[in-house]
């Protein structure tokens, strides 16, 4: 089965980076697209950022745009989100899902499988 396991969260002092891994199995990677959201207390899951199957396209939530940078490593089955310049109002659990779908990437509703998340504490 497909299986999702996102790492690299934890206590991060605003103003500084994280970098998040999603490692999938159970899939062809390649097949599709990834994509990071995030859920923080009493507040709807929101997107972030999404990557197409060979990363020759890439989308942003405007609200980290400038400042995290999504990839993956097809050989790795992995995708990242690299995140600078944290804010506090960017704490939350941070999610990987993958979608087969090549366009609207930003609505949670085209993501079939999802990871367990990973806690991002930005302390101001």
């Known amino acids: 089965q497909v299986q999702l396991v996102e790492s690299g969260g934890g206590l991060v002092e605003a103003g500084g980076s994280l970098t998040l891994s999603c490692a999938a199995s159970?899939?062809?990677?390649?097949?599709?697209?990834m994509g990071w959201f995030r859920q923080a207390p009493g507040k709807e899951r929101e997107f972030v950022a999404a990557i197409n199957w060979n990363g020759g396209a890439k989308y942003y939530a405007d609200s980290v745009r400038g400042r995290f940078t999504i990839s993956r490593d097809n050989a790795k089955n992995t995708v990242y989100l690299q995140m600078n310049s944290l804010k506090p109002e960017d704490a939350a659990v941070y999610y990987c899902?993958?979608?087969?779908?090549?366009?609207?990437?930003?609505?949670?509703?085209?993501?079939?499988?999802w990871g367990q998340g990973t806690q991002v504490t930005v302390s101001s």
């Open positions: 159970g899939l062809t990677f390649t097949n599709y697209a």
């Open positions: 899902a993958t979608s087969y779908y090549t366009r609207q990437l930003t609505s949670t509703d085209n993501y079939a499988n």
